[in-house]
């Protein structure tokens, strides 16, 4: 059974750095691109930012471009967001999502999802 | 950005009864729709795929229909599980630009 179990979170200054990790557990085969989706009560369920099969191509939505950066490490099958200068509206649950195979694709399989604050 | 309307926002119905959701799509996304269920504090559960296939161990009772622009979760037979909020989602980007509804709280009488 595939899961996802992430890590990472918390509370960050505006301005600030995080980085959620995101370990893919059950299946070796790699041929799926993986995404990150936040949540807030205000907006709903937004899709972040995704990462291809082979992990050369990288996407993001246009708030966080320039800002947050995907990867993923295929020797220990985990996925990272690096989130540079937070922002308030940052303030989400972020959830890591592994798409059915490659792209563009149903999320199939979600991880338990971590809460990130920015806040001073 | 394709933007996906659910309606109604919030539906109550009767135990045993049917509740029909629906979810429209601001441009043509062919059969590129998911749906998910997600009940307070879990994360999203992924019922529905291409518009009207079933994920693995998810119920007949749930099933989708549509293509194009207008797409439909219909909920069979509800039980007390199924009080949930339940979202579209289309993927029909290349490069990626996926998008949600805003979801339908379905609560049972």
């Known amino acids: 059974e595939v899961q996802l179990l992430q890590s990472g979170g918390g509370l960050v200054r505006p301005g600030g750095s995080l980085t959620l990790s995101c370990a893919v557990s059950g299946t070796t085969s790699g041929t799926y691109a993986m995404n990150w989706v936040r949540q807030t009560p205000g907006k709903g369920l937004e899709w972040v930012s995704a990462?291809?099969?082979?992990?050369?191509?990288?996407y993001y939505e246009d708030s966080v471009k320039g800002r947050f950066t995907i990867s993923k490490n295929t020797s220990t099958n985990t996925l990272y967001l690096q989130m540079n200068s937070l922002r308030a509206e940052d303030t989400a649950v972020y959830y890591c999502?592994?798409?059915?195979?490659?792209?563009?694709?149903?999320?199939?399989?979600w991880g338990q999802g971590t809460r990130v604050t920015v806040s001073s | 950005e394709i933007v996906m309307t659910q309606s109604p926002a919030s539906l109550s119905v009767s135990l045993g009864e049917s509740a029909t959701l629906s979810c429209k799509a601001s441009?043509?996304?062919?059969?590129?729709v998911a749906w998910y269920q997600q009940k307070p504090g879990q994360a999203p559960r992924l019922l529905v795929y291409s518009a009207s296939t079933r994920a693995t161990g998810i119920p007949p009772r749930f099933s989708g229909s549509g293509s194009g622009t207008d797409f439909t979760l219909t909920i069979s037979s509800l039980q007390p599980e199924d009080s949930a909020i339940y979202y579209c989602h289309q993927y029909n980007n290349w490069p990626p630009r996926y998008t949600f509804g805003q979801g339908t709280k379905v609560e049972i009488k």
């Open positions: 990462i291809s099969v082979n992990g050369r191509g990288t």
């Open positions: 441009q043509h996304v062919i059969s590129n």
């Open positions: 999502a592994k798409e059915r195979s490659g792209a563009p694709n149903d999320f199939e399989i």
